[in-house]
């Protein structure tokens, strides 16, 4: 449903107020697992490259241990990124900042088959117990 002018006004109102406020943003960016989750996918980018720099240096010298550090540092690094990413996707905390978050809070769990059953048992309805 589109908003009416007035409301489209109040609202780019409020956008620029919260937009000044550098408090506010500082307090949303810091609260984003976005942010931190990009940050650490830089490291991670950055760590990838140190370890394969590693691994041509051990080709280049012939010392098999840092070689195999060198890929060690790019499996770790890689495995950091991925978590980073997994964290990235995650939605942002708005009680961190005194909002209210408008969707469910509660993440359904990764449980198996029983864990679900077991669930929508708790949840029937109070007449079929």
Do not use: C, Y
Not at 78 to 107: I, W
């Amino acid at each position: 449903m589109p908003l009416s002018e007035h409301e489209q006004r109040l609202f780019d109102q409020i956008e620029r107020s919260l937009a000044e406020d550098p408090k506010f943003a500082s307090a949303v960016r810091n609260s984003d697992p976005r942010f931190h989750a990009r940050r650490r996918f830089v490291v991670a980018g950055f760590g990838v490259v140190v370890g394969l720099a590693l691994l041509v240096l051990a080709v280049m010298i012939g010392s098999t241990l840092l070689g195999v550090g060198g890929f060690v540092v790019m499996l770790a690094a890689a495995a950091f990124a991925v978590q980073s990413r997994r964290k990235g996707n995650a939605p942002a905390d708005l009680h961190a900042v005194g909002g209210t978050a408008s969707r469910r809070t509660r993440q359904p769990r990764r449980g198996g088959l029983i864990d679900r059953l077991e669930d929508r048992w708790r949840q029937r309805p109070e007449g079929h117990r």
